[in-house]
């Protein structure tokens, strides 16, 4: 049974970077993909950014692009989402989650009924 787990996120100013964290357990990591997603309260859940853990491919949501970098450690068995020059636009709590379909595709991965597993989530505040 796969397991979640965010953290590393925070309170920063605005312009500042975080690099958050999903430790994935439980499950082989190369069968999984996983996807960050971001809610901000009274908004429906976004999907930023998703990496296929078989052969590393990634997808981005258009507006994260030039500032998201998504990464695994398969020695750590964990996804990163490093955030360069945050915004306040970007406060949010931030989820993973994870597929382990066999026919998972990137670029459907910014989708949430994709994924079958979700972390707690981890808070993202940034101050203007």
């Known amino acids: 049974e796969v397991r979640l787990v965010e953290s590393g996120g925070g309170l920063v100013q605005a312009g500042g970077s975080l690099k958050l964290s999903c430790a994935v357990s439980?499950?082989?990591?190369?069968?999984?993909?996983i996807g960050w997603f971001r809610q901000a309260p009274g908004k429906e859940r976004e999907g930023v950014s998703c990496?296929?853990?078989?052969?590393?491919?990634?997808y981005y949501a258009n507006s994260v692009k030039d500032r998201f970098t998504i990464s695994s450690d398969v020695a750590k068995n964990t996804v990163y989402l490093q955030i360069n020059n945050l915004k306040p636009e970007d406060t949010a709590v931030y989820y993973c989650a994870a597929s382990g379909s066999s026919f998972f595709r990137p670029v459907r991965g910014l989708q949430p009924n994709e994924y079958d597993s979700w972390g707690q989530g981890t808070q993202v505040t940034v101050s203007s």
């Open positions: 439980g499950v082989t990591f190369d069968d999984y993909s």
């Open positions: 990496i296929r853990n078989s052969d590393a491919i990634t």
